[in-house]
């Protein structure tokens, strides 16, 4: 009987808690437009390399070969009006092609931007999401032998110039 009026008193005053909950005023505003996020000329920061397949996901610092003192580093411009990009580098191997077209998976939400050249088609996952008033911009390249085993996966990290 004790522990009946126990759970009562104590019902009660998670009841009287929850009720003191203060109420949410304003507004979020319009969401952000992320294909206008997207655009722009982007500087590589740093390129890591990531083993998929080692227990601890160890990572490495790659950015040596592509971050040259004296040398511009990868720029990857992202036109929005007509959705092509264009890539400039001199140290490093290019991935992405020299140019191309590009997409997002979803306009609203992305998690992934499709490269698209005369060669190859790209699919590179964000690290980030990447609002208009982003400075940084992450980009993960997952080379794969097949559906079920990654080989490594490749970091680029990208700043707004």
């Known amino acids: 009987m004790k522990s009946v009026k126990y759970f009562f008193i104590i019902a009660l005053s998670v009841g009287l808690f929850a009720g003191c909950k203060p109420e949410t005023t304003g507004e979020l ?3 952000s437009d ?7 000329t982007w500087e590589l920061t740093s390129f890591i390399q990531q ?4 227990p601890v996901l ?6 040596e070969f592509y971050l040259v003192s004296g040398v511009e ?4 411009t992202l036109d929005v009006p007509t959705q092509t990009y264009t890539v400039t580098i001199t140290e490093g191997k290019n991935f992405f092609g020299e140019s191309g ?3 997002l998976d979803d306009n609203l939400a992305p998690s992934s931007i499709t490269l698209m050249n005369a060669n190859d088609t790209l699919e ?3 690290g980030n999401m990447v609002l208009p008033t982003s400075n940084n911009m992450g980009l993960q390249y997952h080379r794969v032998c097949s559906d079920d ?4 996966i490749y970091k680029f990290n990208f700043q707004r110039i």
């Open 29 to 31: 505003g319009e969401p």
């Open 34 to 40: 992320k294909l206008q996020g997207m655009g722009g």
């Open 51 to 54: 083993d998929p397949n080692n």
């Open 58 to 63: 160890e990572e490495r610092d790659l950015s």
């Open 73 to 76: 580093p990868m720029r990857i």
């Open 101 to 103: 077209t590009w997409s």
């Open 124 to 126: 590179l996952f964000l």
């Open 149 to 152: 085993f990654k080989n490594v």
